[in-house]
T-cell receptor, first 111, second 121 residues
Framework: QKEVEQNSGPLSVPEGAIASLNCTYSDRGSQSFFWYRQYSGKSPELIMSIYSNGDKEDGRFTAQLNKASQYVSLLIRDSQPSDSATYLCAVGVNAGNMLTFGGGTRLMVKP | KAGVTQTPRYLIKTRGQQVTLSCSPISGHRSVSWYQQTPGQGLQFLFEYFSETQRNKGNFPGRFSGRQFSNSRSEMNVSTLELGDSALYLC????????????????????FGPGTRLTVL
């Protein structure tokens, strides 16, 4: 059973809309949570990190963490065609840097 | 500040051969992690090195090994290559250390290099 789950998509949203990406994880000992964006043929790019319950905002991006429900989400406001990519959720359990990744959600923003 | 660099970017090998991949982390970063990405399995953790010591290891066979040098540069080696080893190999660097010692700076945010595309024929 995969430990980090994401809907593979594609999630299609019109330009200017809010894109909502979700991720659930199974290990209650998880301590750190990350969202990466990966364009086709490129390596993952870190866009958000979150460690505590609640919301964390950075520009058009908001990460939300709910440890009791074991989910983390990413909201992208004012979506742009350039946001079209695969978004990877990653979860860290221990004090080291072993991250478990979800399968990714493909986002398509249509002009 | 320069990003993570990986060499070579592309490799073609045949079954049974071995390969060594190199990763130079961001200056000041002491932790290097290696991942394998394939269309079927996604991104999977191989191992992490911090201060020249393997700190974490994923669920890969012993054919996959690595090391880290005193300047934090890391190498990954795969021996007796199999067709299924064809993948994008990514390294990621982070500050490392423990949460408390890094103050308010996220200590384990990982930044990926461009990857090495390995094809095994």
């Amino acid at each position: 059973q995969k430990e980090v789950e994401q809907n593979s998509g594609p999630l299609s949203v019109p330009e200017g809309a809010i894109a909502s990406l979700n991720c659930t994880y199974s290990d209650r000992g998880s301590q750190s949570f990350f969202w990466y964006r990966q364009y086709s043929g490129k390596s993952p790019e870190l866009i958000m990190s979150i460690y505590s319950n609640g919301d964390k905002e950075d520009g058009r991006f908001t990460a939300q963490l709910n440890k009791a429900s074991q989910y983390v989400s990413l909201l992208i406001r004012d979506s742009q065609p350039s946001d079209s990519a695969t978004y990877l959720c990653a979860v860290g359990v221990n004090a080291g840097n072993m991250l478990t990744f979800g399968g990714g959600t493909r986002l398509m923003v249509k002009p | 500040k320069a990003g993570v660099t990986q060499t070579p970017r592309y490799l073609i090998k045949t079954r049974g051969q071995q390969v060594t991949l190199s990763c130079s982390p961001i200056s000041g970063h002491r932790s290097v992690s290696w991942y394998q990405q394939t269309p079927g399995q996604g991104l999977q953790f191989l191992f992490e090195y911090f201060s020249e010591t393997q700190r974490n290891k994923g669920n890969f066979p012993g054919r996959f090994s690595g090391r880290q040098f005193s300047n934090s540069r890391s190498e990954m080696n795969v021996s007796t290559l199999e067709l299924g080893d064809s993948a994008l190999y990514l390294c990621a660097s982070s500050l490392g250390g423990r949460r408390g010692t890094s103050g308010r700076v996220p200590y384990n945010e990982q930044f990926f290099g461009p990857g090495t595309r390995l094809t095994v024929l």
